[in-house]
């Protein structure tokens, strides 16, 4: 309306002065930037609001885009999540800004961070319930599934595509077994150090001998082969040996659960089962019988553990073994004995365990362990 009266009163000024034009340019700078900082200050606030917004949820941007989406669903196809975790999976990478999910599956060191800040934020909650410790759990699920997805797809079909310096087990055709590295892998085969025996001699097989070999690679898979030794060579300080190149690599089923190496005083005693009818389930009770002997965990995982002692159980038994795996908290642990064998160096017997049941808070300890999480 200003700038409207203006045009019609200057129209009728028979002399029109160059100073009037001077006022109205002034006066029109100055409603311009008084509109413009109106402007910036709205924008400034509903900024803030944005931000306060993202805290509680940082994707709600780009949680609606159809390229995230798409490979959400992806990865809980590759991975094997149930709808649980693929629901988890999916609020997990909206919190920490993960705009493009399949890259958590190529990049372990993004993916270690995701799950561990994952894992702390769950952590900090107090007093902790029983939700947070379900919440540990799908976690942890899914790096699992998400791991394992990671060894499917590493597998390698020749031995050329092996690293230098990986461990291998050289079999005879005695069955005998000789561990050795893989110094060099080179065109021409493996180039291996000779093994030794337990008297520190020299493992020389004749040449063209057809031997096993057994390796695991860094992702966690194992595999064995045929092939033949086929020459040796001096270097500057000791001989080689060079092993022939296979293209037929047989890859080793996979654990479902990895295991921790370590060793961890126990308790256990043996366990009566007994089956309760509830309606169409049947629910497994374990009755401790009193009696405790002592053991040593050697590794664990979330699904069994191996365990040396000088008292072993039957095969078949189920046992309940007490320990306390952060060194704070009381662990229970329920579960069948798979095998027993002899322990090495005549110190016992070893015992393998398939676990029947556990509490989840100690679930998620043994996970913690694994993933090198820190206490769970």
């Given at each position: 309306?200003?700038?409207?009266?203006?045009?019609?009163?200057?129209?009728?000024?028979?002399?029109?002065?160059?100073?009037?034009?001077?006022?109205?340019?002034?006066?029109?700078?100055?409603?311009?930037?008084?509109?413009?900082?109106?402007?910036?200050?709205?924008?400034?606030?509903?900024?803030?609001?944005?931000?306060?917004?993202?805290?509680?949820?940082?994707s709600?941007?780009?949680?609606?885009?159809?390229?995230?989406?798409?490979?959400?669903?992806?990865?809980?196809?590759?991975?094997?999540?149930?709808?649980?975790?693929?629901?988890?999976?999916?609020?997990?990478?909206?919190?920490?800004?993960?705009?493009?999910?399949?890259?958590?599956?190529?990049?372990?060191?993004?993916?270690?961070?995701?799950?561990?800040?994952?894992?702390?934020?769950?952590?900090?909650?107090?007093?902790?319930?029983?939700?947070?410790?379900?919440?540990?759990?799908?976690?942890?699920?899914?790096?699992?599934?998400?791991?394992?997805?990671?060894?499917?797809?590493?597998?390698?079909?020749?031995?050329?595509?092996?690293?230098?310096?990986?461990?291998?087990?050289?079999?005879?055709?005695?069955?005998?077994?000789?561990?050795?590295?893989?110094?060099?892998?080179?065109?021409?085969?493996?180039?291996?150090?000779?093994?030794?025996?337990?008297?520190?001699?020299?493992?020389?097989?004749?040449?063209r001998?057809?031997?096993?070999?057994?390796?695991?690679?860094?992702?966690?898979?194992?595999?064995?082969?045929?092939?033949?030794?086929?020459?040796?060579?001096?270097?500057?300080?000791?001989?080689?040996?060079?092993?022939?190149?296979?293209?037929?690599?047989?890859?080793?089923?996979?654990?479902?659960?990895?295991?921790?190496?370590?060793?961890?005083?126990?308790?256990?005693q043996?366990?009566?089962?007994?089956?309760?009818?509830?309606?169409?389930r049947?629910?497994?009770?374990?009755?401790?019988?009193?009696k405790?002997?002592?053991?040593?965990?050697?590794?664990?995982?979330?699904?069994?553990?191996?365990?040396?002692?000088?008292?072993?159980?039957?095969?078949?038994?189920?046992?309940?073994?007490?320990?306390?795996?952060?060194?704070?908290?009381?662990?229970?642990?329920?579960?069948?004995v798979?095998?027993?064998?002899?322990?090495?160096?005549?110190?016992?017997?070893?015992?393998?365990?398939?676990?029947?049941?556990?509490p989840?808070?100690?679930?998620?300890?043994?996970?913690?362990?694994?993933?090198?999480?820190?206490?769970?």
């Amino acid at each position: 309306m200003i700038f409207l009266g203006l045009a019609q009163v200057i129209p009728y000024n028979t002399s029109f002065d160059i100073r009037y034009m001077f006022f109205i340019l002034a006066f029109a700078l100055v409603i311009a930037v008084i509109v413009g900082a109106n402007k910036y200050n709205e924008a400034k606030k509903s900024g803030s609001k944005i931000r306060k917004q993202s805290s509680i949820r940082p994707s709600a941007v780009f949680v609606q885009n159809r390229s995230f989406r798409k490979e959400l669903h992806e990865v809980s196809k590759l991975c094997g999540f149930d709808n649980n975790q693929a629901d988890f999976f999916a609020k997990l990478c909206s919190k920490y800004r993960v705009l493009n999910p399949l890259y958590l599956l190529r990049n372990e060191k993004i993916l270690d961070e995701v799950f561990s800040q994952a894992f702390q934020s769950l952590k900090s909650i107090e007093p902790t319930t029983k939700e947070t410790e379900l919440s540990k759990t799908i976690l942890f699920r899914i790096r699992e599934s998400i791991d394992n997805y990671r060894k499917s797809v590493a597998l390698i079909s020749s031995t050329r595509n092996m690293e230098s310096g990986i461990e291998i087990i050289l079999i005879t055709p005695q069955d005998e077994q000789y561990p050795t590295v893989v110094l060099e892998n080179t065109a021409m085969g493996l180039m291996c150090r000779i093994p030794r025996d337990g008297f520190d001699n020299e493992i020389r097989l004749p040449i063209r001998t057809k031997v096993g070999l057994f390796f695991t690679t860094e992702a966690g898979q194992s595999y064995r082969c045929t092939t033949r030794i086929i020459r040796y060579e001096s270097g500057s300080r000791e001989t080689y040996g060079i092993i022939a190149h296979t293209d037929s690599l047989t890859a080793l089923p996979n654990r479902k659960h990895d295991r921790l190496e370590f060793e961890l005083s126990c308790i256990f005693q043996k366990v009566k089962v007994a089956n309760i009818v509830n309606g169409k389930r049947t629910v497994h009770k374990f009755y401790p019988t009193g009696k405790e002997y002592s053991g040593v965990l050697l590794d664990i995982s979330a699904g069994g553990c191996s365990m040396q002692t000088q008292y072993p159980p039957a095969q078949n038994d189920y046992i309940e073994i007490q320990c306390s795996l952060d060194r704070k908290s009381s662990d229970t642990m329920t579960g069948k004995v798979i095998s027993i064998g002899d322990a090495s160096h005549g110190t016992g017997f070893l015992i393998h365990i398939k676990f029947a049941k556990m509490p989840r808070a100690t679930m998620n300890r043994i996970f913690s362990l694994i993933f090198n999480f820190g206490d769970a």
